[in-house]
């Protein structure tokens, strides 16, 4: 099966997913993918006996030099750590201009984690940046030819594929915009899974030539076999890399692991770099809220993911635009709406919370008592609109009433009372 087969919808539909996973701060829907730093999955490979680029993680400036002394090479890459693309072409907030460099020398090494350490570094993937904590030190290669090769689970196969491109090197959304014929694709049989002979026809059908084909084909193997072991939902090499004596090398690694294995994969997922993420949506993991941040000035606080929807299109409908995604789930408590409410107003650009809440299992009383303790306990400085309906829906409105907190608090009969009144607060 390859690209021309399949339609050129299907390869820009995985572009669109990888893009998504490098892009988790403004995602419309909450990621379920444990996305690790480029060191993170190149130890993984150095335990699944595959080629890579090698080098050492370094965190303080005085590292540095070490680690390039650890090195058989002469020439190092400075790469900085962080959860997004784009970074040889990302730009510091001090002005510096690149995410990975090319140093001749130690001294060059040195000054270049120095521009990078402590900084932020902003990409065409991750809007205003993110802070480098970490630098990656490694080895200089003499690369002769670059592959883009990835390994992910794809819906259209009902399970894994493999992804290439003799086109490595470069951006895959831009391959496939541009070239969609020159993606291949080739599924894999979950219940047999990789094997040798179908790895060692993909190289060959991908461009690799001679005894290159073996080491492809191996390389692609074991990386198969990394992937179901540790649960990861996509592996994406860019590029795979051909060297002049003969190694078929991984210059950079891109891994996602599947939350749900998150109590099978302890020593992954105690990687996590929560300094890369949202500080709003790490503080709504810790009470099981499923919060995202977006780029309006009307929150949300909703229960049901596909009320939560609904309530972002009628904010849309009415002029206004969504502050977040934010679903309090069935089973919140009051210290979890109370903290919901804490959340939403440490973003400083929302400007008013609509409130829209259908009880069923989530009684319309706790969310009113949560809704007037947050009010109460830190001061809201924003109207809230506030709509409910179902379960104790009653005892709910006239908890709000007798809150004293009418100016603050108003309600709505409806979710299109409640989205007129939100929308009439919180002008553009």
């Known amino acids: 099966i390859n690209a021309e087969y399949m339609g050129a919808n299907f390869v820009q539909d995985v572009a669109r997913m990888l893009s998504r996973i490098c892009r988790p701060l403004r995602s419309v829907t909450q990621s379920r993918f444990l996305n690790v730093h480029e060191y993170v999955g190149k130890n993984l490979m150095l335990k699944y006996g595959v080629d890579h680029q090698r080098g050492h993680v370094v965190d303080k400036l005085s590292d540095v ?24 072409k990302g730009v510091f907030n001090t002005g510096f201009q690149g995410g990975v460099k090319l140093a001749k020398s130690k001294d060059e090494a040195v000054g270049y984690a120095k521009e990078m350490l402590g900084n932020v570094l902003v990409t065409k993937q991750n809007g205003s940046g993110q802070p480098v904590t970490k630098l ?17 689970l794809q819906g259209a196969f009902n399970g894994p594929v493999l992804l290439a491109s003799h086109r490595g090197g470069m951006d895959i959304e831009g391959v496939a915009r541009d070239h969609p014929e020159d993606i291949i694709t080739e599924p894999i049989d979950i219940n047999v899974g990789l094997t ?21 084909a191996d390389c692609m193997c074991n990386l198969y076999k990394c992937m179901v072991d540790t649960d990861a939902t996509m592996i994406e090499i860019n590029p795979l890399a051909e060297t002049p004596d003969g190694r078929v090398v991984c210059i950079d690694a891109k891994f996602n692991f599947d939350d749900s294995a998150a109590f099978r994969q302890p020593e992954i997922f105690a990687q996590r770099d929560t300094s890369q993420e949202d500080a709003k949506e790490v503080a709504a993991e810790e009470f099981d809220l499923n919060y995202i ?10 229960n049901g993911a596909g009320l939560a929807m609904s309530t972002m299109d009628i904010i849309h409908q009415y002029g206004g635009e ?44 706790t969310i009113a008592n949560g809704i007037v303790g947050a009010a109460k306990s830190i001061d809201l400085q924003v109207p809230v609109v506030v709509r409910l309906a179902g379960t104790n829906q ?20 409806d979710l299109d009372d409640a989205a007129q009144k939100i929308c009439k607060l919180c002008p553009k």
């Open 196 to 216: 040798l002979e179908q790895a060692t026809a993909f190289a060959q059908k991908l461009g690799f030539q001679g005894d290159y084909v073996a080491r492809a």
């Open 394 to 413: 009653e005892l709910g409105v006239e908890i709000l009433k007798e809150s004293g907190l009418s100016e603050t608090l108003i309600s709505a009969t």
């Open 65 to 88: 030099e070490g680690a390039t002394a650890k090195l058989p090479t002469d020439w190092y890459i400075v790469k900085a750590q962080i959860l997004a693309g784009g970074r040889g």
């Open 136 to 152: 990656f030190i490694a080895e200089c290669l003499d690369i002769q030819k670059e592959y883009y090769f990835a390994i992910l």
């Open 293 to 302: 941040a977006l780029d309006g000035s009307i929150a949300c606080l909703v």
């Open 322 to 365: 969504p502050a977040n995604f934010l679903d309090v789930g069935g089973g919140a408590t009051q210290e979890a709406v109370t903290a919901a409410f804490k959340i939403i107003q440490s973003d400083p650009n929302v400007k008013g919370i609509l409130v829209n809440i259908f009880g069923g299992i989530m009684r319309c009383d």
